[in-house]
């Protein structure tokens, strides 16, 4: 476990997670990450990844355990939860953007509802964010006329919209064509070269080799392993091995 | 090609079985004894009356051109000037005395049929606000995490949707509008809102249940709290599919508003039965009738499918 330094902006301590059902999700997790890094989370499926990433901003709540984010407890009653997801931006494997809404519409809402920032402001901001991922021209289609990865993308320039301090990645690619992979990917690299923190899910070895600072490995419900790129694919663990014996 | 001509043939099938039917209710009312009085009927929809214009003065009449009938006056009174009159009851250079017949003028006037359609659509359209505020509140309520909310609202649906409305409208006209002091109009109003609500809530429920959860949790993750997630990603978007069942709701209700006739009001159905006893036609007032029924239902269907038409930019 790392350190915990005035640097992390991400602080999970020994968190939990059953679910109603019953299913221990996460066990004992903890995990630090400092502003700036970018994590990638890595394991089979069913490991618990998804789930770790959504208590980050409260999609999920947890059974036992603590969170802070940039020094603000997710678990203390007082805390406007609200207020702390308008600081952590999420992109899903399935996009889940607003079919009603064209793309600019997407990106330009919560700044509108949530910021309250004028109209105009805030799709002035909009077409900045969707110049950088590449969609200049698509501004004003509807998400239904729009490739998978050209969705993701529209996807994170919503997120970024608000400004967040974290962005979370929960698995941004699987859903996509492989030949579309790479435009998603190209953004987020930017926006990691930009100094964004970054949690990411992803099953793209290439992309945590490239990008991560550090690599975790999680397998049923447990946090096992966790280095800098370099040493995690080197290592020997033997459950690593095994998993990277079977994605490989 | 063969497709087309085979798709041609079906048309001309309707079209001669519609025919077919128009005869046989042709020949089926030719074959009762009844004699057909559809000359009766346009003067309960739309009349006109004549009504008499007297000189206010003695005085002098004088048409000028232009078709306008100026009378001066003896004593130096202003000038009576008509310009619209139907029919003209003096002739050019009449001397008139006080009270003397001008002009006839005819006034359209609303018969008790259109009277009773009017009545009708303000019934619809009142209770169709309300039921659509009481609908979304309960069918909000079904799928509240709060047990009391969820309870409530199912207790309500199940109450509504298990007795018949005529009864409903008796209790609510004859308890409730007792007990509040509520006059016929208000109590119509309450029991057709609360009656369609109840259907409302459960198409507002399966609406919002088929938005994938996915809209909602990335709604939340931008920071928007449930209600602002409600109203500007899960309800735009469930409006939408819940469209055609709506429409077929607010048809139902325009429909059922002819059951408020047991509680004299005067609704189309009402005014229907009224005509029927002073014109002793009762076939054709009953045709009539349910032929403006078909314009307010048909005029609603039109309006939703064009919204429907604006809707689906997005698809
Ligand atoms: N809403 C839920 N209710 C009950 N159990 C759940 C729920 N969501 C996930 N689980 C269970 O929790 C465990 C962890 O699921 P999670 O989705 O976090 O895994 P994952 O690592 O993201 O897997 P994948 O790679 O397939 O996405 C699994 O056993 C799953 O069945
Ligand atoms: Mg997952």
Redesign the interface.
């Known amino acids: 476990m790392t350190n915990m330094t005035d640097k992390s902006i991400i602080q999970a301590r020994n968190i939990e997670k059953i679910y109603p059902n019953g299913c221990h999700a996460l066990k004992n997790v903890s995990l630090d990450i400092n502003r700036g890094e970018v994590v990638v989370i890595i394991g089979p499926s069913g490991s618990g990844k998804s789930t770790f990433l959504r208590t980050l ?1 409260q ?1 999920e709540t947890i059974s036992d355990g603590t969170i802070h984010i940039d020094e603000v407890s997710l678990t203390d009653r007082k805390t406007n939860i ?2 702390v ?2 600081e ?3 992109v ?1 494997q ?1 996009f ?7 793309a600019l519409g997407n990106v330009a ?2 700044p509108i ?3 309250k920032k004028p109209r105009t402001v805030a799709e002035q901001e909009g077409r900045e964010l969707l110049k950088k991922v590449g969609l200049a021209e698509r501004m004003n289609n ?3 006329h729009l490739s998978g990865g050209q969705q993701q993308r529209v ?1 994170i320039a ?2 970024l919209a ?1 400004h967040p301090k974290i962005m979370l990645f929960d698995e941004p690619t699987s859903a996509l064509d492989p030949e579309m992979v790479g435009e998603v990917l190209d953004v987020m690299k930017s926006l990691a070269s930009d100094g964004m923190t970054m949690v990411v899910v992803t099953h793209e070895m290439g992309f945590a080799r490239e990008v991560a600072d550090r690599v975790v490995f999680m397998e049923e419900g447990e946090l096992v392993f966790e280095e800098s790129p370099e040493r995690f694919f080197s290592s020997d663990n033997p459950r690593l091995q095994r998993f990277l014996g079977q994605v490989l | 090609m063969e497709k087309q001509s085979h798709l041609l043939l079906w048309k001309a099938v309707f079209v001669l079985i519609i025919i077919g039917l128009g005869f046989g209710i042709y020949a089926g009312s030719k074959s009762i004894d009844y004699t057909w009085r559809w000359e009766r009927i346009p003067q309960y929809i739309i009349n006109t009356e004549a009504t008499t214009v007297r000189s206010p003065f003695d005085g002098t009449a004088t048409i000028e051109k232009g078709n306008k009938l100026v009378v001066t006056s003896d004593y130096g009174d202003d000038p009576l000037v008509i310009k619209k009159f139907d029919n003209l009851l003096v002739s050019n250079g009449d001397l008139v005395f006080e009270g003397d017949p001008l002009v006839e003028v005819e006034n359209w006037n609303i018969g008790p049929l259109t009277w009773g359609l009017v009545m009708t659509l303000q019934l619809s359209v009142v209770s169709l606000v309300f039921a659509v505020v009481i609908g979304l509140f309960a069918g909000l309520a079904r799928i509240s995490t709060n047990p009391a909310l969820r309870y409530l609202s199912v207790t309500y649906i199940e109450l509504i949707r298990g007795t018949p409305l005529l009864v409903q409208i008796f209790i609510f006209y004859f308890f409730i509008g007792t007990v509040l002091d509520l006059d016929r109009f208000t109590a119509g109003v309450a029991a057709l809102s609360v009656f369609t609500g109840a259907y409302i809530a459960e198409i507002v429920r399966s609406g919002i249940q088929s938005i994938s959860p996915g809209q909602m949790e990335a709604a939340r993750s931008l920071g928007m709290n449930y209600v602002q997630a409600m109203v500007n990603v899960i309800l735009p978007q469930a409006f939408k599919r819940t469209l055609p069942p709506m429409a077929g709701q607010f048809i139902n209700l325009i429909k059922d508003s002819s059951l408020v006739s047991v509680i004299s009001i005067t609704d189309l159905t009402k005014a229907g039965r009224e005509v029927v006893s002073s014109t002793f036609a009762p076939f054709e007032v009953w045709f009539a009738v349910a032929l403006m029924y078909l314009v307010l239902t048909g005029a609603l269907s039109w309006a939703i499918q064009r919204l429907e038409k604006r809707l689906s930019a997005s698809d």
């Open positions: 901003n999609l609200n207020k997801r308008e952590v931006g999420m899903f399935s889940n953007l607003f079919p009603h809404k064209t809402l919560s509802k949530v910021k509807y998400p239904s996807a919503r997120a608000m």
